[in-house]
């Protein structure tokens, strides 16, 4: 198992470490898994974030965290990795032309929709997170370099991308590996109130404005929130500010489909989709050129509001007959 991907790393000295942009729990966890691992392996490690925004602050007490971004760039390096990335245009075209560089090209992930761009790339696409993959890896690599940060790296990732253990994806493999994760020693309490519960003011804010605005449709199946630049003003919060609220609205017994709207330019809009069971978000987010998994995805669309929410809620209606 994963013999491509241990010679990788045994054949190589400098990494460069990738991950998408607007990081989540899994992105960062799993980058910083590897970083943290290869370091202690006596190796170069440099890890790369597409864009200059800071980190979510409610990630903030990941172990090296402040390592992103932070240091010299070689020129090029003897092994790209690319984590929890489903497609190239994840990087950011900076990130991914140093990638190309590289003279080995690794990537691991999980995402359904996910579209090759290395010459060895892992896709369990049922696994929960991308950082219940790499726990593997490194165990298949060398299992005395997994230390506590790295399980706290690890299993956060976990902890978020599963939903606290409680989306479909959450499966046998996902409570072992969270198991061996726990007896580094991490604080499993710590970690759910970090990344599920604390929430800013700011956050709180905006959420009870935007829900009290939550529209339905087809009886009650759909739900659909949006978010428009004076939510953001009147509440000081931003786009990225809007992760999670959605669920909020999934919870409701009778949705089936929950669908957000974000404004982030004039005319340009970030759509997350949730979904339950039988219904297929990644299905959905493709009719407008995106993707992700079977009850979490999202893409982006350009166009007047109301247009743009008629699409889509279409796209949902269309969908749900096939539930
Ligand atoms: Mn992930």
Redesign the pocket.
């Known amino acids: 198992m994963y013999t491509k991907f241990v010679s990788g790393i045994k054949s190589s000295n400098s990494f460069a470490i990738f991950t998408h942009i607007n990081p989540?729990g899994?992105?960062l966890g799993s980058s910083l898994a590897v970083f943290t691992f290869l370091r202690s392996a006596g190796k170069t490690a440099h890890l790369f974030l597409p864009n200059d925004k800071p980190i979510p602050p409610k990630l903030g007490f990941l172990p090296n965290v402040e390592e992103f971004n932070n240091f010299t760039p070689l020129s090029s390096y003897d092994c790209a990795i690319a984590l929890?990335c489903g497609d190239a245009s994840r990087l950011s075209d900076e990130n991914f032309k140093l990638f190309l560089k590289a003279k080995t090209r690794m990537v691991v992930d999980?995402h359904q929709s996910h579209e090759a761009f290395a010459p060895i790339t892992i896709l369990e696409a049922d696994s929960a997170?991308?950082t219940q993959i790499v726990f593997k890896i490194l165990k298949a690599c060398d299992p005395k370099y997994i230390d506590k940060d790295v399980a706290l790296q690890l299993y956060t990732?976990l902890v978020t991308?599963s939903g606290s253990f409680s989306y479909t994806s959450t499966s046998p493999e996902t409570h072992k590996v969270a198991a061996e994760l726990l007896s580094y020693g991490i604080d499993a309490g710590f970690v759910s109130r970090k990344v599920m519960k604390d929430t800013p003011f700011s956050i709180f804010n905006l959420k009870n404005r935007v829900l009290a605005k939550t529209k339905f449709f087809e009886d009650f199946k759909i739900a659909f929130v949006s978010y428009i630049d004076e939510d953001f003003e009147a509440t000081s919060t931003t786009e990225a500010d809007t992760e999670g609220i959605i669920n909020n609205i999934l919870d409701i017994d009778t949705v089936e489909i929950a669908i957000s709207l974000a404004e982030i330019k004039d005319k340009a809009y970030k759509v997350s989709i949730r979904t339950k069971q039988n219904v297929n978000a990644a299905a959905i987010a493709k009719v407008f050129g995106g993707g992700g998994h079977a009850n979490a995805a999202g893409c982006r669309v350009y166009g007047y509001f109301e247009d743009v929410c008629n699409k889509i809620l279409s796209a949902a209606t269309e969908m749900l007959k096939y539930a």
């Open positions: 989540d899994d992105a929890d999980h997170s991308t990732g991308d």
